[in-house]
């Protein structure tokens, strides 16, 4: 591990020429990875010095006497405080993410004040609530005062009452509108993601005018890529893009040379749909408007990229059943409870499945190599119907699904299970009437397990491609859960497909 250290100072030293640079800047995607495993070093030295201190105490001193801070332990602290120091936000919120409770104490007690409402707003929203609860009141106003007025909006549905209160009366009355704003806006909407630190210049501006005013602004805002063009009222009429300041004459004039195309977006518009339009035209950022046109802020790239991360995160705990994020290091019971819904769901369905099963005993007291087969029956059907529900899913957070086309999906669905069900059904029946062959019910064995599969494979489409849409079109997540209905419908439908056409054949 020192060698390890070694090289982390050296490329500390070599890529970062100063602290605040270091801090603002990320360095690779694998900068959270190594700074986690040289955190989890650092504490687990830290947890050992504990331990000599604690054995190295005097017998008569008792068991509950508080041990001396020693000297190693004090050092081991500061190196990994130093440590923190070195680390982005975001990837100080990846340490924490990935640390139990205790240690999880430790380091966000050691991270520095002026860093906390940065850090709280990378972290997901359960460990959030965890670092809130360990903070009093004036921790929390003097954490969230660092913020910008949208940053607060963002954090404001985790915050006590009393302490948004604070906050806000220390606010200009010009961010006390725009936390107004931003906390107004429904969730999921294209307010929630805009920031208001949106630069617009007149028209009538020169290219020199413009710079002089950028040049009087303490920095530009994160993200920028253009400059907003208004008219005398304030209409939004073009952008000007920053390559195009830059490499023309300082005397031409702004609405020359600006961009007259403008994707525009409105404060209520779908987040998702505004995503979609960053990727489909690789914008890195694009201007929001109110009704009469006039520029209210905007949104960047980076609050694209992490509802995009946001949404699939969402998408992989809703296709297992889970209601919401989970603390990684959450508490038994808590973590139990958040798995509950679909695990009664999931004991319900398999007791159907076993009173499907239980139907038809007496078929497979007569050819018990039914009950070795029909498993395989369920689960291609399973298997073929979640990449079918993965597809739909896919393209319904992107708008491809309509009422035009959705019927033309289905046919599309269903014959290529159809297809499917032929082709590896064949297979499967002539597998089974091999292992079988022997017996006098070998033909109709492998018979049985090709048309199941045709059939199963055509219910498990169905199903993949309606619970997506109905949920959808009822405005529910369309992951919800998918999975376990999904498995639910060709597990029993498999069954009872597979026993019931055995029922007929074997009579």
């Given at each position: ?28 995607p ?9 955190v ?18 005097p ?20 190196d ?45 929203e359960s ?39 604070e ?11 725009q ?18 630190e ?34 005398e009222r ?5 952008a ?12 031409v004039?702004?609405?020359?040379v600006?961009?007259r ?21 690789d ?6 408007v ?7 802020g905007r ?11 946001e ?42 499945a ?20 029909m498993?395989i ?14 597809l ?39 597998v089974?009437?091999l ?10 064995l492998g ?5 199941a599969?045709?059939l ?39 069954f ?12």
């Amino acid at each position: 591990m020192a060698d390890q250290d070694a090289d982390f100072r050296a490329e500390q030293a070599e890529e970062r020429p100063d602290e605040a640079l270091a801090i603002a800047q990320p360095r690779d995607p694998e900068q959270a990875s190594r700074a986690l495993a040289a955190v989890q070093e650092l504490l687990r030295r830290h947890d050992l010095a504990l331990d000599v201190a604690a054995r190295q105490r005097p017998a008569e001193a008792g068991e509950h006497a508080e041990v001396p801070e020693a000297p190693q332990e004090r050092q081991l602290l500061d190196d990994l405080r130093a440590r923190l120091d070195e680390l982005h936000p975001a990837d100080v919120a990846f340490v924490l993410e990935a640390l139990p409770f205790e240690q999880r104490m430790i380091v966000w007690d050691l991270v520095k004040a002026e860093r906390d409402g940065e850090i709280l707003l990378e972290v997901s929203e359960s460990v959030r609530e965890s670092l809130i609860r360990s903070m009093d009141r004036e921790e929390l106003v003097d954490a969230v005062e660092t913020l910008d007025a949208d940053e607060i909006a963002e954090l404001a549905p985790d915050l006590p009452t009393d302490v948004v209160e604070e906050v806000r009366r220390g606010l200009s009355q010009e961010e006390r509108e725009q936390l107004r704003a931003s906390m107004s806006f429904p969730e999921g909407s294209v307010g929630e993601l805009m920031d208001f630190e949106a630069i617009t210049v007149q028209r009538g501006y020169t290219l020199d005018m413009v710079l002089r005013e950028l040049r009087g602004l303490e920095e530009l805002p994160d993200h920028t890529d253009q400059v907003y063009v208004v008219d005398e009222r304030g209409e939004l009429v073009g952008a000007l893009p920053l390559d195009r300041l830059l490499i023309n004459q300082p005397e031409v004039l702004v609405e020359d040379v600006m961009r007259r195309d403008l994707l525009t977006l409105q404060p209520l518009e779908d987040a998702s749909e505004a995503a979609h339009a960053f990727e489909r035209y690789d914008l890195v950022s694009a201007p929001v408007v109110d009704p009469r046109n006039r520029v209210i802020g905007r949104v960047t790239v980076a609050e694209v990229l992490d509802l995009i991360r946001e949404e699939g995160e969402s998408e992989v705990l809703a296709k297992a059943g889970l209601r919401e994020e989970e603390d990684l290091f959450a508490g038994v019971w808590a973590s139990a409870k958040n798995r509950w819904l679909w695990l009664a769901l999931n004991l319900c369905t398999a007791f159907f499945a076993s009173r499907v099963i239980s139907a038809f005993d007496g078929t497979i007291e007569r050819v018990v190599a039914l009950a070795t087969l029909m498993p395989i029956v369920a689960g291609i059907a399973g298997n073929s119907g979640n990449q079918t529900m993965t597809l739909i899913i896919r393209s319904l957070a992107l708008g491809q699904v309509t009422t035009a086309n959705a019927r033309r999906l289905l046919l599309k669905e269903l014959a290529i299970a159809a297809l499917n069900g032929l082709v590896w059904g064949g297979v499967a029946g002539l597998v089974a009437w091999l292992l079988y062959r022997e017996t006098p019910y070998g033909v109709l064995l492998g018979l049985t397990m090709t048309m199941a599969m045709v059939l199963n494979l055509l219910v498990g489409a169905l199903i993949a491609l309606a619970v997506p849409m109905v949920l959808e079109r009822f405005g529910r997540d369309p992951a919800i859960g998918s999975s376990v209905l999904l498995t639910f419908s060709t597990d029993s439908m498999g069954f009872l497909i597979f026993l019931g056409l055995a029922t007929l054949l074997f009579r």
